[in-house]
């Protein structure tokens, strides 16, 4: 690798078609605005990085090709002594095969790096367990989506710094195997839509939130109905998976998966801070609820106060066609 000590931090965000992942934004920050970009449309990426990067490395490598891509990065990266990824399914992906070729620990599921200590949930997100850090100390985190605000730099008018790099790919291969460089990542024939009833939560662009309001487990599957009628996802608080309602990987909140969807709908959830802090910021909620008063209807854009069962009843009757 390079020669030195290693030390300061960089990110390490995939991109795919000029979008950064979930969570990528919120790693640059935290790797105090030095990124590297990688993928495709990367030039494209760039300008939703400007508010918070004060240095970003462009490397436009094309289709995802993990093992490639790592064997590359590991030199990119091998001065800094923390590298951030996001915790998306690529980052997640990308994060410890870096880690292989950097012979580096990795930490994963990160909510927060200090300059002495690394926090991480554990336990389905029940529990934060601290890492202390010490100036010999490289690692590899990943970062969890909407674990943090992101305040744009002082100096707004400022771009940031930007360099280019040079993509050093995969040759081509021919039968035989011969000048084979990187491995076998496999070939993307096709990417297909994601399937919004299994989906990551912390992608979904759409997401519909159940709560204690919801008075039964049949509500939920109907919720679950009413979600894939308008291509959304569904989740649930933690009482709710608590109750076994649903599993726990539908969870919303710092507890569960921290989300950042661009439209999220709760029925009946009154807005307990571990829910309310691990929504990101949402373009646009709606939250239906008999306390016109609790934090949900007071975070939401349109709060309508009434009986979430009923609501969720009325709505499914007009997505069936069956209303007015």
């Not at 105090?32 to 490598?61: D, F, P, Y």
Request: charged share 20%; hydrophobic share 40%; aromatic share 4%.
């Amino acid at each position: 690798m390079t020669a030195g000590v290693p030390k300061g931090r960089c990110a390490v965000v995939p991109v795919r078609d000029g979008v950064l992942p979930a969570g990528g934004i919120e790693s640059i920050a935290e790797a105090e605005g030095h990124a590297v970009l990688i993928g495709s449309g990367t030039q494209q990426a760039l300008e939703a990085t400007t508010r918070v990067a004060t240095k970003v490395e462009l490397c436009e490598a094309g289709a995802y090709a993990p093992g490639a891509w790592a064997r590359f990065l590991a030199h990119v990266v091998a001065d800094r002594a923390v590298v951030i990824l996001p915790a998306s399914p690529d980052g997640r992906d990308l994060a410890p095969r870096l880690a292989i070729e950097l012979e580096r620990p990795l930490l994963a599921s990160a909510i927060r790096v200090t300059g002495d200590r690394i926090d991480t949930v554990t336990y389905g997100g029940r529990a934060v367990e601290q890492h202390p850090i010490w100036p010999d100390d490289d690692v590899i985190v990943t970062f969890w989506p909407g674990a943090r605000t992101v305040v744009a730099t002082d100096n707004v008018t400022q771009s940031p710094k930007v360099t280019e790099l040079d993509w050093q790919g995969p040759v081509d291969v021919d039968s035989t195997g011969a000048g084979q460089r990187h491995g076998s990542d496999p070939v993307v024939q096709q990417v297909l839509p994601p399937d919004v009833s299994t989906m990551d939560l912390s992608e979904a662009p759409r997401l519909l939130g159940g709560g204690a309001g919801l008075d039964s487990a049949d509500k939920f599957e109907q919720l679950s109905r009413v979600a894939k009628a308008i291509d959304a996802s569904m989740g649930a608080t933690r009482v709710i998976t608590d109750r076994g309602w649903i599993e726990h990987d539908r969870q919303i909140g710092t507890t569960g998966v921290v989300v950042d969807p661009d439209l999220y709908l709760a029925f009946g959830i009154s807005g307990a801070v571990q829910h309310t802090a691990g929504l990101g910021n949402p373009d646009h909620i709606i939250s239906i609820n008999t306390d016109g008063h609790c934090p949900m209807m007071e975070m939401a854009d349109l709060a309508i106060v009434s009986d979430a069962n009923a609501t969720l009843d009325a709505l499914e009757r007009l997505l069936e066609g069956e209303g007015e």
